[in-house]
């Protein structure tokens, strides 16, 4: 290309990138002027899944004047592509919890943090520690309550503006660009672990300035439903959700069920199947037929205090 044609065409672009507001237009026109970027020196290396939510790739502008979203890896998706990601979910996965009810001592590490991940506001929780007792004669025990991500969500059945999906991975999300609030969602669901914006959320700017992803619920939006996910954005890059990584007690498992495998906060990795048919695992409410993806170990052997004893102290 003549030196000439080639600085006109590159001041051209980058202007219009610069009025634009548009990120990632330098890598791209060095790629259109066939010149070497340090993301090309790179692709001859694996290339690492994007850490960010799907939906939070950043705009930016191609040679032949195409908007395009980019993630950390410099690969280039129209905006269909990138939010189709967080509506069909990881490839190969289906992720699955196991809570073993023997070693929660209602410390409460798991919702601080889950209020911490999703920048919850006081007064509302994607997770609950209930103190439960099933009968008079019975010990009480701690049961934390999460989403049950369910195989057979009663909830995606009744919204009338598929705002709640289920993924091939097995999640189940809120897409709140959808959500109009209707709250049936909420109403079908027997375990009520979903939340619903009232007013304006008081977010920090930066909470804010972030680009919303179903995978991440922020920033929120007032007059929609909410609810835990599992930490998609965290499953995306190999690590645990908030609430099975800060759990002292190693609690909470996470994995994926076609590996048969899963891994609490402490690094215990166990075998799935044989954790469950040593340990009695059932599932709450499966009489309903919902088939959540959440697994409970029932609280016997405990090693520490029960509720009530501890409350004696």
Known sequence: MNPDRRKLLRNGLLAAGAAAGLAGGQQLLSRALGETTPA??????????????????????????????????????????????????????????????AKCDGCGHCMEGCEKMHFIPPGRKWLKVLRQKDSQNSAPYFMP?????????????????????????????????????????????PYSVRVFNWGHPNETPEVQALPYSPESGVPRRVGTVEKCDWCPDMARVGKLPACAAVCPMGVIYFGDQNEDAVTNGLGETVRLTKLL???????AL????????????????????????GAKK
């Open 40 to 101: 090309d020196a790179e692709a001859k290396e694996p290339v690492k899944e994007s850490a960010a939510p799907c939906c939070s790739s950043g705009p930016a502008l191609t040679h032949d004047h195409q908007v395009v979203f980019l993630n950390s890896a410099g690969q280039a998706k129209s905006r269909k592509e990138v939010c189709d990601e967080s509506r069909l979910g990881i490839k190969g996965r289906k992720w699955v919890m196991v809570i073993d009810l």
């Open 277 to 283: 048919k040593d340990n009695a695992g059932y599932r």
């Open 286 to 309: 499966e009489e309903l037929g919902t088939e959540p993806r959440l697994y409970y170990l029932p609280p016997k052997n405990r090693s520490y205090p029960g509720p009530a004893e």
């Open 145 to 189: 309550q999460p989403c049950f991500h369910c195989d057979n969500p009663p909830c995606t059945k009744v919204c009338p503006v598929d705002a709640t999906y289920k993924r091939s991975d097995g999640l189940v999300l809120v897409d709140n660009d959808r959500c109009i609030g209707c709250r049936f969602c909420m109403a079908a669901c």
